[in-house]
């Protein structure tokens, strides 16, 4: 009987055990337990080859380029001469002509601290043919240098277009790892976007700047090719008073260039680009965005002029997340998510991409807009309408990863998991999209999480996988 008794007592013991551990699991998606190597976490020295100067007298260095005008014909080149300024010009030609034609751009540089920068040129290539490869030079007599780069098709419902997707990259051997694997991923991106945060040479006493030279070296290999769509993150702020650098973003503001003027924005931290049948809005997590400021004007008239039938990915960017469940840096972007949401959620923008948080996470679609002080609806719901909240600040950088994350998991959160990576998001048609995730300890060809989208626009009535709450 005693035998039974305490037999008895074990299998109740075990019920309870196994009953709770699924109450457990059950609280949100997956957290991965993926166990990855261990990161040093330190950037690459200065004498890396990643780094190298190009050889000759006042070789272009740091070449990139990103999208200069709002539909896509129109390509910003930028570059910086070491020694002198030299030429502003920069010879382009289709792949299939002899007709060269130049462009010609401007000059700048600035003092930081005690660094001076080398000459920092910006040229836009205007009226370009879509759907089209082009070279292009810059630089002098001996000392030129050749890219190349291919100009999107004309923006419209059905046209597929393939998105790379990096945060927080910096410059240890992580970040080198991370833009390999974005390079030699089989599912070629065309266009980068770039969530901020990245030199990282804010980590550096006086921020020294050399650091923003080496980065720029860095990605030439990838951004000279394709271009970079930039969002300004809390490590472009350089903001240090107390060596009077008390003016935000200084050395960003003049190394990179965004076509803000075309979206009639009023600062280059936020604006509007058409790229194929996406539609992309960069907002700044680190400028004023309460009521009546500039960049809460500017997005208020934004919004409606997003014209859906023709760019039916609704797109936008930002560094801090709205939605992130990891400890570090914990409910930052609840301001931004106070005031933008409920706008995200009327005008039912498909995906909303963040970093900051060095961590991979993807939210399901939910909304948290009912509160209003006193109705105690403050929980976040499913929401058909609302974006997927995709946290992707795994580039690499020299802070490391963002292992603590919030018990248990939230119910909006569906997939989180601290490695390094970069995502692709493959736009097929107007109702389809497919966004993959790739750890970097994986094969190139390997996704560690990934979801069907279906836009928001045109196919809000479907059932979709990525709805599902746990
Ligand atoms: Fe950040």
């Known amino acids: 009987m005693g035998m039974k008794r305490v037999y008895t007592g074990f299998l109740c013991l075990l019920t309870v055990l196994i009953l709770s551990s699924r109450v457990r699991l059950c609280d949100g998606g997956i957290s991965s337990n993926y166990v990855r190597k261990y990161n040093s976490n330190v950037d690459m020295p200065l004498n890396s080859d990643v780094f190298r100067v190009p050889p ?36 382009y030609w289709a792949e299939n002509s002899n007709v060269k034609s130049s462009a010609e751009g401007f000059v700048v540089s600035y003092r930081y601290y005690n660094y001076t920068s080398g000459y920092i040129h ?36 059905d046209v597929p277009y393939t998105f790379g997707l990096i945060g927080d990259l910096g410059q240890t051997y992580d970040s080198n790892n991370t833009l390999t694997h974005y390079e030699l991923n089989p599912l070629k991106g065309q266009a980068m976007l770039f969530v901020g945060d990245l030199s990282y040479a804010d980590n550096y006493p006086f921020h020294n700047n050399i650091r923003w030279d080496t980065w720029g070296r860095f990605i030439e290999r990838s951004a000279a090719y394709q271009p970079w769509i930039w969002t300004a993150g809390n490590h472009e702020l350089d903001f240090v008073p107390e060596i009077g650098e008390s003016k935000p973003f200084v ?9 803000y003027r075309v979206s009639d924005s009023t600062s280059p931290l936020w604006y509007s680009i058409k ?3 996406a539609y992309i809005i960069v907002m700044s997590s680190y400028s004023a965005f309460g009521t009546y400021t500039p960049q809460w004007k500017w997005l208020k008239n934004e919004l409606p002029k997003v014209n859906r039938s023709e760019t039916p990915w609704l797109i936008i960017l930002m560094h801090c997340p709205m939605y992130s469940s990891y400890v570090h840096h914990y409910m930052e972007g609840e301001t931004m998510r106070v005031m933008y949401e409920p706008w995200f959620v009327n005008y039912k923008v498909d995906v909303v991409f963040a970093g900051h948080v060095h961590a991979y996470e ?10 209003n002080i006193i109705n105690r609806k403050c929980s976040p719901v499913r929401d058909e309408s609302a974006p997927v909240y995709i946290t992707i600040g795994d580039g690499g950088n020299q802070e490391g990863l963002a292992t603590e994350m919030t018990q248990p998991q939230p119910r909006y959160s569906a997939y989180r998991e ?3 990576g970069h995502g692709i998001l493959d736009i097929k048609n107007r109702t389809h999209a497919y966004f993959g995730w790739h750890r970097n300890d994986d094969g190139y060809a390997v996704e560690a999480d990934s979801l069907w989208l279906f836009n928001r626009y045109w196919k809000l009535d479907e059932p979709s996988a990525s709805h599902v709450m746990r």
Request: charged letters at 20%; aromatic letters at 14%.
């Open 275 to 277: 790229r194929a049948s």
């Open 251 to 259: 050395p960003y503001k003049h190394r990179f260039s965004t076509p």
């Open 56 to 91: 000759g007298y006042n070789a272009p260095q740091q070449v990139y380029i990103t999208q200069g005008d709002h539909e896509g014909k129109g390509v910003i080149v930028s570059w910086t001469t070491p020694d002198e300024p030299g030429s502003n010009s920069v010879l």
């Open 362 to 371: 993807r939210s399901e679609r939910v909304s948290n807009v009912a509160y």
């Open 418 to 420: 601290a490695s390094f």
């Open 122 to 157: 910006h040229c836009t290539i205007k009226d370009l043919e879509f759907d089209t490869k082009y070279y292009y030079e810059v630089g002098l007599e001996n000392t030129t240098r050749k890219f190349w780069f291919v100009t999107p098709p004309k923006p419209g419902p």
